[in-house]
């Protein structure tokens, strides 16, 4: 048996290390129930160092991984971070994941704060069940098919003017490939032969995102869904992004001069969304059962793990020109019971991709912790885990932002960003626009397209601008 000073030394080399195990090896450390009372120091000790890996393990694509971190949550952690940790992975996509953080959430006596799923008995889905989650945005078969329900909505086939498909060979003619061609296209992990690209692109605030991008073959054939199938479906009016006619200004206007802004945001988005709930989706919308996991197969991405196993089920690829409206698509109820809670407490809810925007025009009554519980458990009721991390209070004497555009008086764009721009537009008019693009090959496009973002906020402002821009870049304007 280890000393105290031999078991933190053990520890710290492990946390502060970059074995690929080390979760595993703390684990089995502390696994052992008998353990001394030395063993409880040294799960204090190394709680805190253990954080940030147990949170990256749990992004990780291996099902294992996040099984894991589940482990060390349940061995290492205090109440308040392990409940955190159990929270983000108790709708987890994998069957064996969710089963066990919900095991885990049992044993250390952690319950939901959840409002019930009236539709659901506990003991079919357990304490944790949740609304979005049962299959799709429908209840699960089995449940069903106990109480059959009468369609309380119109077909959206016919109310959407959407293409009628009854077969495979059907959503092959829709997108113009020959049928034997569906399941190739259809094909996981980014090798020869797949659909995709994977990449990841820095993030503005620090840190990576994974992007994967379909090749030209699948991109035409899921830009043709999106034409043909999902842009007639209309949006919830509170939902601003990626809708036509819709921006960063129309989701920022209702909440000019606003006494309070609460923003909030939505964890993992696009990969929250998988192929379950993407077929729920398509059935929504009224297809069979075959046509919907055809359509589904074609917009969702299983990337592959380094082993050569697939991931299953597949999400929402970020790259996909068909996941900004399936994942709008998936939020409709989202959005209605948001908005809904909102007007019920005197405030305006708008929603831009995964930023969530709720402003009062004057003081609100609620208090504000209450509403956010609300909202969250709102998030966590429809498939969805909101940041706490990421929450913002702004009142009205401080600078309000509502997706890039401060909306405390009119909406305009920042003024540290408008006399940046109007510095470098000097800059370029005394020492020649090459002075100013410090190798960018793309500067005069990022003129122009910035000075139609202004005049798309400030009209005025943005007139002059693309009038000097278009003299700069010798252009003609309008």
């Known amino acids: 048996m280890l000393t105290l000073v031999e078991l933190l030394a053990e520890l710290k080399t492990l946390a502060t290390g970059d074995a690929v195990d080390k979760l595993a090896r703390i684990n089995a450390i502390f696994s052992n129930p008998k353990n001394p009372a030395e063993y409880q120091v ?51 996509t994998d069957p064996n994941v969710r089963a066990l953080a919900r ?52 077909q959206a086939i016919a109310a959407y003017a959407l293409p009628e498909l009854a077969s495979a060979a059907d959503v092959a003619a829709l997108v113009g490939v020959e049928p034997a061609n569906l399941d190739q296209l259809c094909r996981p992990g980014t090798g020869s032969g797949s659909g995709y690209v994977e990449f990841e692109i820095a993030k503005a605030k620090g840190g990576t995102r994974r992007i994967a991008a379909p ?27 990626f809708v036509k006619g819709r921006s960063t200004v129309t989701n920022a206007k209702p909440h000019e001069a606003a006494a309070l802004v609460l923003k909030l ?28 996991k055809q359509l589904a197969a074609l917009t969702t991405y299983r990337p592959k793990r380094p082993d ?6 597949g999400v929402l690829p970020q790259g996909a020109p068909t996941s900004p409206a399936l994942a709008n698509l998936a939020c409709r109820r989202l959005d209605q019971r948001l908005a809904k809670l909102a007007e019920k407490y005197g405030a305006v809810y708008t929603r831009y991709a995964d930023d969530l ?38 009142r ?25 721009f109007r510095a470098i ?44 821009v278009a003299k700069l870049v010798g252009e003609p304007h309008a």
């Open 396 to 420: 009205a004497k401080h600078q309000q932002r509502v997706t890039g555009i401060v909306v405390n008086a009119g909406i305009h764009v920042p003024r540290a960003d408008r006399k940046k």
């Open 42 to 92: 040294g799960r204090h000790y190394v709680a805190a160092m253990l954080q940030t890996t147990v949170e990256t393990q749990l992004d990780s694509l291996d099902p294992a991984d996040r099984k894991s971190a589940i482990h060390c949550a349940r061995l290492v952690f205090p109440r308040g971070p392990a409940a955190r940790v159990l929270r983000r992975v108790t709708n987890d």
């Open 425 to 468: 537009l000097f800059n370029c008019k005394k020492h020649g626009v090459a002075s100013q693009a410090k190798g960018r090959a793309d500067f005069e496009a990022y003129l122009q397209g910035y000075a139609a973002y202004v005049h798309m906020v400030e009209p005025a402002l943005g007139a002059k601008w693309i009038a000097e």
């Open 103 to 154: 095991r885990t959430a049992e044993e250390l006596g952690f319950s939901s704060t959840l409002p019930p799923d009236v539709r659901f008995k506990s003991d079919r889905l357990g304490r944790f069940a949740t609304t979005g989650w049962a299959f799709g945005i429908f209840a699960s078969k089995r449940i069903s098919a106990a109480k059959p329900k009468k369609p309380t909505r119109p």
């Open 265 to 292: 945001d939505l964890k993992d988005f696009f990969p929250t969304v998988h192929y379950r709930r993407v077929v729920g989706l398509f059935s929504f919308l009224g297809y069979n059962e075959g046509v919907a």
């Open 215 to 241: 090749r030209k073959p699948l991109r035409t054939v899921q830009r043709k869904i999106l034409d043909a199938i999902l842009a007639k479906v209309p949006m919830h009016e509170a939902c601003h992004g």
């Open 357 to 394: 925007t709720l402003s009062f025009a004057k003081p609100p009554e609620i208090r504000i912790g209450r509403l956010l519980w609300f909202v969250d458990a709102i998030c966590e009721m429809e498939g969805f885990i909101e940041r706490p991390d990421k929450r913002r209070i702004l």
């Open 308 to 313: 050569g196993t697939v991931v299953w089920p």
